[in-house]
Each structure stands twice: as C-alpha cells, then as structure tokens.
C-alpha cells in the first residue's frame, strides 16, 4: 500500500495558475505510475492527467495544454501545474498511484488520496 497527501488546493479567479502536490509513502515511488482524477458533487470522478513509472505523460482533452503533470522521485512526490484556469475546472482533485503503467480509469487505482478542494471564480 502507498499513502498520498494532497495539497496546494485553493481559490483562484479564472484566468490563474494553481499547482497541486501529491507526498507518496509506504513503497518505491519511482516504481508507480500516478494520476489526477478530479470529482464535482453529483458527478463521477474523471480522468485528468497521468504520469508513468518512466514519465510517460497523458491528459484529458479538457485540460491538454493547460495543465502539466510531473513527477520528483527523489522528493517522492507528483505535481499538477494548472494554468489558465476555467471556473468548469472547479472540483475536488485526487491524487492515485499503481504500479507501473497509468490507467485513465478509476478502476485502475488502488491507492487514492483525500483530495484537494480547487475553486475557481468566474
């Protein structure tokens, strides 16, 4: 098992920049692929970004261009730079690990974090 601790949620007016973090622990980071996966109320979690073992990177249409995703495995730790930030981008944001290969499925995860609330303002 792996614990991830989301930060760096904020309030931010559209148009602004937020970066998120995700701090892994409990195995061999370097080993894991990670993702973003974000939530709204009422609706279901969705696919944002991923990163591989080997940093191989995918997105979301919705966010290609806006946000990038990187990953310090010597800090064991992933981030999420977001950029011009749309008020449709507001949503929990969860942090998720599995070995290997990313998956854009929730399915594919094992190992979640709690999430980081990002609210941004028209």
């Known amino acids: 098992q792996v614990q991830l601790v989301e930060s760096g949620g904020g309030l931010v007016q559209a148009g602004g920049s937020l970066r998120l973090s995700c701090a892994a622990s409990g195995r061999t980071f370097s080993r894991d692929a990670m993702a973003w996966f974000r939530q709204t109320p009422g609706k279901e979690r969705e696919f944002v970004a991923a990163?591989?073992?080997?940093?191989?990177?995918h997105y979301a249409d919705s966010v290609k261009g806006r946000f990038t995703i990187s990953r310090d495995n010597a800090k064991n730790t992933v981030y999420l730079q977001m950029n011009s930030l749309k008020p449709e981008d507001t949503a929990f944001y969860y942090c998720?690990?599995?070995?290997?290969?990313?998956?854009?499925?929730?399915?594919?995860?094992?190992?979640w974090g709690q999430g980081t609330r990002v609210t941004v303002s028209s």
């Open positions: 990163i591989s073992w080997s940093a191989t990177t």
């Open positions: 998720a690990a599995r070995l290997l290969a990313f998956r854009i499925a929730v399915e594919g995860y094992d190992n």
